[in-house]
């Protein structure tokens, strides 16, 4: 070691009779104030930033926030249900489908078709009547029935349903009900049924939609056909991800109830 590193860490001798002497390290002690100097001077200038700690680490916002649920009534169409299920597909989008029983024992395979695209198959009745002018028997039987063939058909089961136009009572419910179904109705509804006008249909559901939405639509209008690119669009872009009704866990009481179809 040199001569002055030794002089650093011994203590020099005291003088006689006196305390000992205080030594000062030029050197280091003009280094320090040279670095202190600095760290103001880059302070000052905006050239340094001392950021404040976190208090915790936040986790990102999703990137699709909210959750609407796309149904299509009737059905299934022959001329329509192929051309519907290759647009659901391309946009990547999952929704359901309330069939009408008659119509998916006489075309079995688009009702398959359906499921094995990974959407969800529900019943709409079997002969699409208005179910509070029944009897409970046929009222049971308009369930049992539809319910039977989209179970057959699927290998699932089936627990939900929408009463034809709304239309429904208390009674209906609890038939319903004691048959393992589920009432579903919805929260928008571009009345697209009777609308020629897919700008029109667009507009109505973007007015409507909202978080936790059932959206309302017919599987064999051309319009809606038109419309539906646009409303998958607009809707992701305003946050919406798309799920069926069991994924959005609807509650069995109904929805927004509205007129007839």
């Known amino acids: 070691m040199k001569s002055r590193e030794v002089a650093l860490l011994k203590e020099p001798p005291a003088p006689s009779g006196g305390a000992p002497l205080l030594t000062i390290d030029l050197d280091l002690t003009l280094r320090r104030y040279e670095a202190m100097l600095l760290l103001i001077i880059l ?15 936040l986790p990102p916002a999703p990137r699709y926030p909210y959750r609407i649920a796309l149904t299509f009534d009737d059905g299934p169409h022959p001329l329509f249900t192929d051309s519907l ?18 119509l998916a ?16 198959l529900e019943g709409h009745t079997f002969t699409h009547r208005n179910l509070n002018r029944l009897s409970d028997k046929d009222v049971t039987r308009e369930l049992v029935m539809t319910k039977g063939i989209l179970e ?33 109705l919805w929260t928008v509804f571009p009345k697209d049924h009777e609308e020629p006008n897919p700008d029109v249909i667009l507009a109505r559901v973007l007015a409507q939609a909202s978080d936790g939405g059932v959206v309302l639509l017919h599987s064999g209008v051309p319009a809606t056909y038109q419309a539906l690119p646009r409303i998958i669009r607009e809707l992701r872009s305003r946050g919406y991800r798309f799920v069926t009704i069991s994924e959005l866990n609807a509650r069995p ?7 007839d179809k």
């Open 85 to 102: 299920l290759r647009l659901l597909r391309d946009n990547n989008v999952h929704a359901t489908f309330f069939v009408v029983g008659r």
């Open 43 to 57: 302070f000052l200038t905006g050239s340094l930033f001392i950021a404040p700690k976190p208090a915790a680490m």
């Open 105 to 120: 024992m006489e075309y079995p395979n688009l009702a398959g078709e359906i499921s094995l695209a990974g959407h969800e």
């Open 253 to 259: 009481a109904p929805l927004h109830l509205v007129a």
């Open 152 to 184: 057959k058909i699927t290998g699932k089961q089936s627990l939900y349903f929408r009463p034809p136009g709304g239309r429904y009572n208390g009674r209906v419910v609890n038939l319903a009900a004691a048959s393992g179904l589920s009432m579903v």
